[in-house]
């Protein structure tokens, strides 16, 4: 199984997309004490769901559930880093590269050492869900589990700007007030999402906001 690696710009994207998401919801987020870590810890147990692990029942993995909780998993872990970095996107961006170029392949939690390769991906994300209880995040456990999942750093980078950009639009054309256009042309608009991130490069330096102009020109009464 190959670790896949996250490249510099895609980190910056990501790190300063959700800095402006969490600062939307609230300017004061990074002193308001918000749990996510508890919020990673609960999306870690939706994935456990997803996969399945229930010994009385039939039970069949849902990929695509599993991979779109990873997605979600992200949003809180980015979170959680940015609070202890003050907000520094750079500071940040600097400390997961460094996380990603030292390949750990090991951790130790309550005495005990796991290494990853050695564990299904079951038992990963188990592993994963006690570190968020214990409000730890570890970013190469969590790329080991992308990997087990079937899914690339470079398809998680297309998930997580295209859910977070969809979010800053909904903001923006009165979600909150109640006046969003949900539906375009007979279809929602997390389709509309699918068909943009799947024409566009996401190697572009403004991909972020390729995908916010695309929306854009697909929203009715524009």
Known sequence: MEVS????????????????????????WINAGY??????????????????WKWWKAQEKDLPQLQMECVDIWH???SHILIEYQG????????????????ETALTFDGNIY??????LLNN?????????AKR????????IIAQCEMSTDTLFEQYVGKNILNFFRQDHGYKEGTYIKEWAGREDNEHLVDVLTALDSTLDNY????????SLRYPNN
């Open 5 to 28: 690696m996250l490249h510099a710009q895609q980190l910056a994207t990501m790190l300063d997309l959700q800095q402006k998401m969490n600062a939307k919801v609230n300017p004061e």
């Open 35 to 52: 749990g996510f870590m508890r919020a990673a810890m609960v999306e870690s147990v939706e994935a456990i769901e997803h996969h399945g």
């Open 76 to 78: 809180f872990a980015l």
């Open 88 to 103: 520094d996107v750079e500071a940040s961006a600097k400390v997961i590269a460094q996380q990603l170029s030292e390949s």
């Open 115 to 120: 290494k990853f390769a050695q564990q299904d």
């Open 125 to 133: 994300l188990e592993l994963m869900t006690g570190l968020a209880a």
């Open 137 to 144: 995040f570890n970013v190469s456990l969590f790329m080991t």
């Open 208 to 215: 972020a906001d390729a995908v916010y102009e695309q929306l």
